[in-house]
């Protein structure tokens, strides 16, 4: 109800001063990054990685979503069974399926497929080089057919830099090019210096291009050079000039020897700088993320989990089990109660084993949860184990345990 006072009043003149005060710009915030503790007796360490769609505590493992979905999984699977909290796009994929209107009409990869946790792209430089009868590399960039329609594509950095920022991931990657595993010295010598070229003009047009869904995109460079430890030295060295936010090691499990594998991480974990995450590209199995963890690697993704798993192969707590051996037919334990997900702790062997012999797709499904879900323990596991101070110890017990075949 409304009231009018019935006497009236004078106000004294008031004099209105406008101020105008400058446009305030806001900057968002970088992709953060706190070593919350270092292993006192190796490289590795426990951290926290900071984005705009939330953290990520380190080592971390990240499902592969190469065509914005995980195979077989669902995102509310990723999210409550496998307990994931960063995933990876393609940015090669993206671009070709759905195309990039899809994705920027729906405001990114994120609203697009539902995944409200940071998302990684690759710049999809694997998988143009790995086209090698139907591309061609200049120092412009990649001309190439796409493997859906044959039609042709030019890939150049700056193009690279324009998709990602249209596909919208919280880290996006620079466009390398990657040569393979044993690669003679002259080759990779050639191969790492136009990577560094491109990386060049990679970060011209990241840096004059915004943001474009309301969060902070963030660069990493990736170093490579083969097997070869002075290029392996120039690429760190030049990659750390940057100052990127993270760096990449690109460039390995790519056909050369484990041991040279490991020989080449180390190696790169020395000389990037120990203040930002190092992300070791496409490594691998769960003995080879513990040993790269011990070096200080912070970060991983693979396809052999879900892949593994479509093809009846089960990492667990215990060791490797192949589903399809007839031992499993009447083993109703379930498939591994070592490890926090209600999948794994929920059906049994046997079970698996007859979907998987029936080609059932829910056994394509439980295999890759299960898989993944046991990635995703390990490494949490490894974090536990250098914050607590025991993790060498730990480490060299699982590398023996877990190659076992049961």
Same mark, same amino acid.
Request: some cysteine.
């Given at each position: ?108 990869? %994120?609203?697009? =497929? ?81 990577? %560094? ?63 040279? #594998? ?25 003995? =080879? ?5 011990? #070096? ?14 479509? =093809? ?9 089990? =192949? ?74 017990? #699982? ?8």
């Amino acid at each position: 109800m409304l009231f009018l006072w019935p006497v009236p009043f004078h106000l004294p003149a008031i004099t209105i001063i406008f101020i105008v005060l400058p446009a305030t710009i806001f900057y968002m915030a970088s992709l953060g990054f706190e070593i919350n503790h270092s292993d006192a007796v190796t490289g590795a360490r426990a951290g926290t990685i900071t984005t705009d769609h939330g953290t990520v505590q380190t080592p971390i493992f990240m499902p592969v979503g190469t065509a914005g979905t995980v195979k077989a999984v669902t995102q509310q699977q990723l999210e409550n069974d496998v307990k994931a909290r960063i995933i990876l796009g393609n940015t090669y994929h993206l671009y070709l399926r759905p195309g990039l209107e899809v994705l920027e009409k729906a405001g990114g990869l %994120h609203r697009f =497929n539902g995944w409200h946790h940071p998302i990684l792209t690759d710049s999809g430089g694997f998988q143009v080089f790995s086209l090698a009868a139907n591309r061609k590399i200049n120092e412009d960039g990649v001309l190439f057919q796409s493997h859906i329609d044959g039609s042709r594509h030019l890939f150049t950095p700056e193009k690279v830099m324009d998709i990602q920022r249209t596909i919208g991931g919280d880290i996006i990657m620079a466009f390398d090019e990657c040569p393979p595993g044993g690669s003679e010295y002259q080759y990779a010598k050639t191969s790492m210096e136009l990577t %560094h070229r491109w990386l060049d003009r990679c970060f011209a047009r990241f840096k004059e291009t915004p943001d474009k869904y309301g969060y902070t995109q963030n660069l990493f460079p990736i170093v490579q050079g083969g097997v070869h430890h002075d290029l392996r030295k120039i690429s760190c060295e030049y990659i750390s000039s940057k100052e990127a936010t993270g760096n990449a090691i690109g460039g390995l499990s790519v056909g050369e020897p484990i041991d040279k #594998m490991y020989e080449i991480c180390n190696l790169c974990c020395e000389l990037l700088p120990a203040a930002k995450p190092r992300y070791l590209m496409g490594v691998g199995t769960p003995w =080879n993320i513990l040993e790269c963890i011990e #070096m200080g690697v912070d970060m991983f993704d693979c396809v052999m989990p879900t892949r593994n798993g479509r =093809n009846a192969m089960l990492f667990t707590s215990n060791g490797i089990i =192949n589903i399809d051996n007839k031992k499993w037919e009447f083993d109703y334990s379930v498939l591994d109660e070592g490890i926090d997900c209600g999948i794994s702790n929920y059906y049994s062997k046997a079970y698996l084993r007859h979907l998987m012999k029936a080609k059932e797709y829910l056994g394509l499904t439980i295999a890759s949860v299960h898989n993944l879900a046991f990635y995703l323990w390990l490494v949490n596991q490894a974090r536990e184990h250098i914050i607590a101070g025991d993790f060498k110890s730990w480490k060299q017990e #699982m590398v023996i345990r877990l190659q076992q075949k049961l």
